[in-house]
């Protein structure tokens, strides 16, 4: 079935350097995404998102890349520090779909001193 | 911001009793409410989808009469697992939608259940 997947399950970068989170998503009628990030033992928070109108996105140390050609999502954090450590999800909305979001797999983010 | 209360954060209980586990939206009203589940170290795996009034809609594989979902008001959720085994231990979290078509999406802060 369609799905969203993540190609890293772990990416271990060190502190101060940028980390770049990769996912893919199969479902071409997706038209809403969004990054969460996930600490031990707690709900997700949402992180960033983006429609499909747009190829870029940026928050506070977070950008979010678009790419619908290739079906490719990608979050990037400026200069990862130990409080970013964390399992970051992306999601994907149907459009017009009552709930929409499909989640990947996970990709956890470890931050080396 | 919007902020949805989950309750309990964790529980234990023994084989065979029924656990009750709340999400409440503080500062705003929930349409929709979403119930996970989550075993470690893997995703979110939706269970059901509850709009307030109405019956929950379960998603394959869940048993309704083991989980069952209440949506009584616009800012409660209940999720009951009832006769509870150690395989349904996990981490339960409810994400609540406020409005059709509205990509507000505030998750709940788990709860941890382990049956003994």
């Known amino acids: 079935g369609e799905s969203v997947g993540l190609h890293l399950p772990t990416l271990s970068v060190q502190e101060g350097d940028n980390s770049i989170i990769n996912c893919a998503y199969s479902?071409?009628?997706?038209?809403?995404f969004i990054w969460y990030k996930q600490e031990s033992g707690k709900g997700p928070q949402f992180i960033i998102d983006i429609r499909s109108n747009m190829d870029k996105r940026q928050g506070q140390r977070v950008t979010v890349l678009l790419n619908k050609t290739v079906k490719h999502l990608s979050l990037q954090i400026a200069a990862t520090q130990p409080g970013d450590s964390a399992v970051y999800f992306c999601?994907?909305?149907?459009?017009?779909?009552?709930?929409?979001?499909?989640f990947g797999k996970g990709t956890h983010l470890i931050i080396q001193p | 911001g919007a902020v949805v209360s989950q309750h309990p954060s964790w529980v234990i209980c023994k084989s065979g009793t029924s656990v009750k586990i709340e999400c409440r939206s503080l500062?705003?009203?929930?349409?929709?409410m979403f119930w996970y589940r989550q075993f470690p170290k893997q995703s979110l795996m939706l269970m059901a989808t509850s709009n307030e009034g109405s019956k929950a809609t379960y998603e394959q594989g869940v048993e309704k009469d083991k989980f069952l979902i209440n949506h009584a008001s616009l800012t409660l959720s209940t999720l009951t697992v009832t006769s509870a085994h150690p395989e349904d231990s996990s981490f339960y979290i409810c994400?609540?939608?406020?409005?059709?078509?509205?990509?507000?999406?505030?998750f709940g802060s788990g709860t941890r259940l382990t049956v003994v």
């Open positions: 999601a994907e909305n149907l459009r017009g779909g009552a709930d929409g979001l499909t």
């Open positions: 994400r609540a939608r406020q409005g059709a078509g509205n990509y507000g999406y505030t």
């Open positions: 479902n071409s009628a997706s038209d809403y």
């Open positions: 500062d705003f009203q929930a349409t929709t």
